[in-house]
């Protein structure tokens, strides 16, 4: 694709089916709505974990989390952006996938949020300052700003990819989005400490309390829809929209207590790994099941775990990943199509199932090379720690 831009937007915590492109009840998505209609949209779409830590080096290296997470394939030297040749930068405010775990490295322009390249006083002031004014991320109005900055920068093709935070907990919508949804609208500490007693006892929360947290994650939704419309305008007022393969996805989903729980802990569930996928000038079948894991391929020519999406049949089937904080213990999942299959097990522990993707997940657990890995946020410095914590890890 070197006579191509390549456009990556991604939205954290993105679960399809509050898309009104996908047929959800509220009009969450009036752009995407237009852009599906125009473009492609596949309707069975999968992340291959709950987790950014886990989905995101999958989707940067085509492999699997346990292969992607263990570094067999360092980003650094095997990620998207070393085999795309086009420039390419990466602007978001993502803890985990920020220059402290050395996600920086082989961009040419990396925006992470973080104050590290101050001097110690001044990111001091700084943290404090995030503190003070609940700045747990940076807003998707900025990300756009930046990474405008730098394509405007470019005198050829280049690679873009942009992380937006907004939709991610705390569910906490700008003013004039507040209220969409919500008769008396919640302030942004009431939905703190709401979000953190479902976290902590989901039994507790009731209907009233669940339907406020819907609330206000469907009005971030609308937010970064208008958002994503304002980037892409931008590119077409710069004659790049054409010219331009642009790709919009998800890390993972989000629960809303279906299954016991909120959030996007690391469990397995169709609302964590169910995720939107819409894409322009690509050729690709939209009855086909995709993964975050096919990205790479796609948009490097390389095969590894994943497939290149112009060129997948349908039928396959896709898995997924993760490793419970703390325990020896893995969920696994195998989807296709709208059928799909979850267990938590040991590597060596046989299925007993009759679904009829027991077997190719049991073959997927045989054949894995290594445990994906939990970060400890305690070895990172104060400011990751923080920024972790606001959004909700590390309780």
Known sequence: MEDK??????VDALRKDHLSCYGYDRKTTPFLDKFAEKNTKLGNFWSTSSHTREAVPSMLTGCYPEKAVNHSYEISENGLQQEISQKSAAFHSNPFISRAYGYQE????????????????????????????????????KINNLSLDWIDSQSDNFFVWNQYMDVHGPYEPPEEFRGIYQEDPTSDRHSQILLQKARKRPESISKTQRQKLIDLYDEEIKYIDSKIEEFINELKRRDMYQNSVIIITADHGEAFGEKGFYEHPRKLSDGLLQIPFLSKG??????????????????????????????????????????????????????????????????????????????????????????????????????????????????
């Open 5 to 10: 831009n390549i456009v990556l937007l991604v």
């Open 106 to 141: 082989g961009f040419d322009r990396f925006h992470d949020g973080l104050n590290r390249g101050d001097n110690k006083i001044l990111r001091l002031g700084k943290r404090l300052l995030d503190k003070f004014r609940n700045n747990h991320y940076e807003r998707a109005s």
């Open 282 to 395: 690509l050729d690709i079948n939209k009855d086909i099941t995709g993964s975050l894991v096919d990205l790479y391929p796609t948009l490097s020519g390389v095969r590894r775990d994943g497939q290149n999406l112009e060129n997948k049949e349908t039928g396959t089937t896709v898995y997924s990943q993760v490793t419970e904080k703390g325990s020896e213990t893995n969920g696994y999942g195998a989807m296709k199509g709208e059928d799909s299959y979850y267990v938590s097990c040991k590597p060596d522990h046989k299925l007993e199932s009759n679904n009829a993707l027991s077997k190719d997940l049991q073959e997927f657990i045989s054949n894995k090379d290594g445990e994906t890995k939990d970060e400890n946020i305690e070895s990172k410095d104060e400011e990751i720690k923080d920024r972790l914590e606001a959004l909700g890890y590390g309780d």
